[in-house]
């Protein structure tokens, strides 16, 4: 009987072969903590252990209120900034030209690499299945210990099997099939599940697409989402991994999984979720027209070059309707977007360009809302209060649906304008 990529993983982690259902222990490859390593630190200090297990497998990044937007969030990044000078942790990313959210730089900067185990003290962490790691979110008294003893236990997943077929038509995109998935699997239905992404499709979609789609599993309640490595990916790889010991693993052709879903792309249409929650999905024509105060694009699950591309071709030559804020997922990508003038062609529309950090996605700053205001945006949650106000409500669509949002100031189909930009 054939195993899983979990399976493998773990397995190759834990010395022996495993089955899904058994504990195993492993040591990670990979720690990484944003602002909330301070939590981390404190439980850490209480167990007695004057240093972590091994500083070199551990990563900080200041991305969520960066830079600083109270006492208490500038205390914080002062107790993780200490930490690293203390411990030695050379792997930290603080308030300059090199940052950007936790999720982009563990993928960016080769954290995450095929085969192995990244933990993070953040839900989003599966996004580094994109590069063929096993990616799972803990909590932060978890972190704490797997710092002071440098292993973890854990129950090997049950495999959920997604197939993607066809191509994606103009004005559609990796986006809107999460949130189709998200949709129909609801925000249970892959709970505590490993998600492989399989098939045709799946295998020609760019590592940014990949990370988008990896990002929202935990939007399905997924322990972990992945794809087998392309070779787009074993490229950047090779030429920015941390590590040398890592190696492609992926599942067996006869592994056995819990559940199968099978997904033509040619059938996905510009979706939306509507609040207040991610698996409250609607197509956009169903929300035609509807006013909007502000669109958001950016954030762990949007912010990478190829959305603010899109974005920039929907906008160029043309004004935004509404306040439009726009937040690259790293200084890197900030840098190469202002390099290619994307940056420039989002500005001319009227856009705002912030800072690489999580501030609006997470509600914190740069983009809170008013009482009543509708924001259409391309992060990955839409609870109340996730931009800062209860009495707000949340949209999230796809980097061309928000900005043909954007230009016209009511929810638009950009279908429409890639039929009429002839995409």
Known sequence: ?????????????????VSAGEIVIVRPDFCVSHENGAAVVKTFRKFGVPSVFDPSRIVLVMDHTVPAATAGNANSQKTVRDFTHEQGITHYYDLNSCGGVCHQIMVQEGYALPGCIVLGTDSHTCTSGAAGAFAVGIGRSEMASVWAVGDIWLRVPETIKIVLKGSFRPGVSAKDLILRIVGDLRADGADYKSVEFHGDAADRLCLAERMTLCNMG???????????????????????????????????????????????????????????????????????????DQVFIGACTNGRLEDLRLAAQVLRGRHVAVRTIIVPASCEIYRKALDDGILAELM??????????????????????????????????????????????????????AACTALNGALSDPTEWAKEARI
Request: proline content about 5%; glycine content about 10%.
């Open 348 to 401: 001319d529309a009227g856009c705002v360009i912030s800072h690489p950090g999580c501030g609006p996605c997470a509600g914190v700053m740069g983009g809170i809302l008013a009482d009543g205001e509708v924001c259409v945006s391309t992060a990955n949650r839409n609870f109340k209060g996730r931009m800062g106000n209860r009495e707000s409500f949340i949209y999230l669509a796809s980097p061309l649906t």
């Open 1 to 17: 009987m054939g195993k899983t990529f979990a399976e493998k993983v773990l397995g190759r982690a834990a010395g022996h072969e």
């Open 218 to 292: 935990i939007e399905m309640g997924a322990k972990n989402a992945v794809f087998k490595p392309s070779e787009e990916v074993l490229v950047h790889a090779r030429a920015r991994a941390k590590k040398e010991d890592w190696e492609v693993l992926w599942a067996d052709e006869d592994a056995v999984y819990c559940r199968e879903f099978v997904y033509q792309l040619e059938d996905i249409v510009p979706g939306l979720a509507c609040p207040h929650t991610v698996d409250n999905y609607a197509t956009v024509r169903e929300h035609i027209g509807m006013p909007v």
